[in-house]
């Protein structure tokens, strides 16, 4: 930071009948034989000298060294070739930025000491997609991921993977909507079939598993028991269903 100017000394002390006259008096003097405003001081018995300093102005102080704390706009490529554009904070990405990186793909959004951190959008190189939120460098929090396949995820995340309520809708048109635990359906979902039918239950590791209900498209239903995917138990509708419920 700028060094504070030098303050304004405060009045010199009055001196009290000196027995003989100061330099600064004595110049004085020699003033007052030269000019006749001097001269109408003559009355008074002590003089008062006060040094006036000038402040530096902003426009002539040298260039002052910023705060780390401050937030800078500047561009900075990487010797791996990665490539970012935005806001800095001392060395690191912080506030908005965009980072290209040198495999191709990108990320623009939300920055915190050098983590994707907050909301963002990262697109691959591939063309799949993600928008949603980061925390410290990971998907945390809700998000939508758009896979070039046609698949797409939208809902919560944590530490990078499918974790809390969410919706998943596969290529084939098929749709799970309920609960995920690390990337696998696990808790209460309802899975729906494109040809009209769903089943409504738990899950565990990406299968059925306890009780669940079963719709048909013709609006039968029945009560089915689950077992790591594997029906043991039914009542209602005759008809079997062994499928796991995973594309």
Do not use: C
């Not at 919560?156 to 974790?163: A, L, P, S, T, V």
């Not at 799970?176 to 979902?189: F, V």
């Not at 040809?195 to 029945?222: C, Y």
């Amino acid at each position: 930071p700028r060094p504070s100017p030098p303050g304004r000394p405060g009045p010199a002390a009055t001196a009290t009948a000196p027995s003989r006259p100061s330099p600064a008096q004595q110049q004085v003097g020699t003033l007052r034989s030269k000019d006749p405003l001097l001269d109408t001081l003559s009355s008074a018995s002590t003089l008062t000298l006060v040094e006036v300093v000038d402040e530096p102005t902003t426009s002539s102080s040298p260039t002052t060294k910023r705060s780390p704390n401050e937030i800078v706009e500047k561009e900075y490529t990487w010797d791996n070739g990665d490539r970012y554009s935005g806001q800095f904070k001392g060395q690191f990405q912080h506030g908005r930025g965009t980072l290209w990186y040198a495999s191709g793909n990108k990320y623009e959004g939300d920055w915190k000491d050098g983590l994707r951190h907050g909301h963002g959008v990262y697109s691959f190189k591939n063309g799949d997609r993600y928008e949603g939120e980061y925390l410290d460098n990971k998907k945390h929090g809700y998000g939508v991921f758009t896979f070039t396949t046609g698949e797409k995820y939208e809902g919560m995340w944590r530490d990078d993977k499918q974790h809390g309520k969410g919706k998943y809708t596969y290529a084939s048109g098929n749709v799970y909507d309920g609960d995920w635990l690390n990337d696998e359906k696990s808790g209460l979902g309802t899975y729906s079939w494109i040809n009209g039918e769903r089943f409504e239950g738990r899950w565990r590791a990406n299968k059925k598993h306890g009780q669940g209900k079963l719709f048909f498209a013709d609006g039968e239903s029945a009560m089915q028991w689950y077992d790591d995917g594997k029906l043991i138990k039914q009542e209602g509708d005759s008809d079997d269903d062994t499928d796991t419920g995973s594309d």
